[in-house]
């Protein structure tokens, strides 16, 4: 397998994670607002990763730094149960 191959597969998988994540109600996510990973949720053309930015969006866990997320983690704003 070449190392395309395998760099696609993965981005392939993470993509499909994700998707999962969105649909389940037991899982809370949030990103830093204006940076890579919030740039990418906001113009992906995917229909779900624009609703897990809307998500993210309404409920406000698109925090400001990366100290506020880990934070709101700690704190059990944010978490994976």
Not at 56 to 71: E, H, I, K, S, Y
């Amino acid at each position: 397998m070449s190392k395309k191959t395998s760099l696609y597969l993965t981005y392939t998988a993470l993509l499909f994670y994700l998707q999962e994540m969105g649909k389940s109600p037991k899982y809370t996510y949030g990103v830093v607002k204006s940076s890579y990973v919030d740039s990418f949720f906001e113009y992906n053309e995917d229909p779900a990763m624009k609703e897990m930015f809307r998500v993210m969006q309404a409920q406000g866990f698109l925090v400001r730094n990366f100290t506020v997320g880990v934070d709101r983690v700690q704190e059990g704003y944010v978490c994976v149960n």
